[in-house]
């Protein structure tokens, strides 16, 4: 297969991702088309890791073709059953264009994070484990209660707030700590209701990296 990797020939995206109960395949659900020819693809392929699967391609996408003013794009939509074997897949999309040439970018690949249950022990939550809370000069604190007096980032408009907080030191501080049962702040934690003690605690957030509640005041 000659293959071309490009940033300009391929449009998609992966919508959805289910389990099919009946057996041991996921069903992948998205669209694709040839942004450079502003055309339909020919065919569709997915690759989970090294394994190729042939999309069935040309279902209706015409939330697509509106967004993107294409009626052309219609039938731009595509569903595949494949197998996620490992606890991280890597999943890409080529394209075979309507010039027989095969496309993919490299920049536009999704992991899938297929585990379903993480070791559970004994220790703290809180729930800044999983959530934020913003105040209006922009700062990001523990949480409401006696949290708020804890500032964990003052306003910079120089970092990434997701990637150099949430996702980074800051909040895996807080993670590691309560999975640890020690308390993260221990001056602002004995008077903060929000705190959990005894319960079930694993690193959940940690590894999916994901958000449960964004909450932000206003002060007038």
Same mark, same amino acid.
């Given at each position: ?77 595509? /569903? ?43 220790? +703290? ?57 020690? +308390?993260? /702040? ?7 209701? +929000? ?26």
């Amino acid at each position: 297969m000659n293959i071309h990797y490009t940033e300009n020939n391929l449009k998609f995206s992966i919508d959805s991702i289910k389990k099919d109960p009946k057996n041991n395949y996921f069903i992948l659900g998205g669209w694709a088309f040839d942004s450079e020819y502003n055309d339909l693809a020919q065919e569709v392929y997915i690759r989970v890791d090294h394994k190729f699967y042939k999309a069935s391609y040309g279902c209706e996408r015409q939330d697509v073709a509106v967004y993107y003013n294409k009626p052309e794009y219609k039938n731009c939509g595509f /569903f595949a059953y494949v197998i996620l074997k490992n606890a991280i897949n890597k999943i890409s999309i080529y394209i075979k264009s309507k010039n027989n040439e095969i496309y993919n970018n490299k920049k536009q690949s999704i992991t899938y994070d297929n585990r379903t249950s993480f070791p559970v022990k004994i220790g +703290m939550n809180c729930i800044s484990n999983n959530s934020i809370y913003l105040r209006s000069n922009g700062d990001l604190v523990c949480w409401c209660d006696f949290g708020v007096g804890k500032v964990l980032q003052h306003f910079n408009n120089e970092i990434d707030y997701a990637k150099d907080v949430y996702l980074g030191e800051v909040y895996n501080y807080i993670r590691k700590k309560l999975y640890d049962n020690t +308390m993260p /702040f221990p001056e602002f934690c004995k008077q903060c209701l +929000m705190l959990q003690v005894n319960t079930n605690i694993s690193l959940y957030y940690y590894d999916k990296k994901i958000i449960n509640t964004f909450n932000k005041t206003l002060i007038f």
